[in-house]
Structures are given as C-alpha cells and as structure tokens.
C-alpha cells in the first residue's frame, strides 16, 4: 500500500497550491480518501474529506469556501485545491485512506509553508 503526496511548497499569503496524492496496492474506489495537517505544536486535524465514490465531501470549517477536495477513481488520485491560503495553513499535509474503520492508511506528508 501506497500514498504519495505532491505539490506542496512555499506560497506567499492569498496564494493557491494543489496537492495530489497518488494511491497504489489497495481497492482505491472503495476508500473514503482525506487530507489531514498537522501544525508543528498541534495535533493533526482533518482538513476535508470524500467518499469513495466522490459523491460527498465535508471540510472543516477553518478552510471552508477556500479548499476543494475531489478524486479520479480511474486514476487513483486525490486532490486539495487550496485557495486563498493563510500563514495559518502551514503545515504538513497528509493524504489518508479510510475503509470500514479498519484499514487505515497515510502517505507520508507534503510541507505547505505559506508565508511572505
């Protein structure tokens, strides 16, 4: 099992990055996919999340109307679009793979630094 993140970096505050995550060696279309961050000092928290077949995604309300996350089942990716980005959107993302609450999967996390 496999997931690997792209696309992060540094961006200036208003700025946009799109994260990807590619997934390998599991039943992708069967996974709830999601992007996690984690904030040095803080807990990791969920940033957005969809359901395996795309049909519904939930954000937290910190990143709301700013991040869009959606997935290609075909190609096995996932992606944040995150727009208007923040000095407070600094972290570490992490691309998560979820089924039935019992294979849970991470990649190994993308730095996003926003900052001017």
């Known amino acids: 099992v496999q997931l690997v993140e792209s696309g992060g970096g540094l961006v200036q505050p208003g700025g946009s990055l799109r994260l990807s995550c590619a997934a390998s060696?599991?039943?992708?279309?069967?996974?709830?996919m999601s992007w996690y961050r984690q904030a040095p000092g803080k807990e990791r928290e969920l940033v957005a999340a969809?359901?395996?077949?795309?049909?519904?995604?939930n954000y937290a309300d910190s990143v709301k109307g700013r991040f869009i996350i959606s997935r290609d089942n075909a190609k096995k990716m996932v992606y944040l679009q995150m727009n208007s980005l923040k000095p407070e959107d600094t972290a570490v993302y992490y691309c998560?793979?979820?089924?039935?609450?019992?294979?849970?999967?991470w990649g190994q996390g993308t730095q996003v630094t926003v900052s001017s």
């Open positions: 060696g599991f039943t992708f279309s069967s996974y709830g």
């Open positions: 998560n793979a979820k089924f039935i609450r019992v294979y849970d999967y």
């Open positions: 969809i359901t395996s077949a795309g049909g519904s995604t």
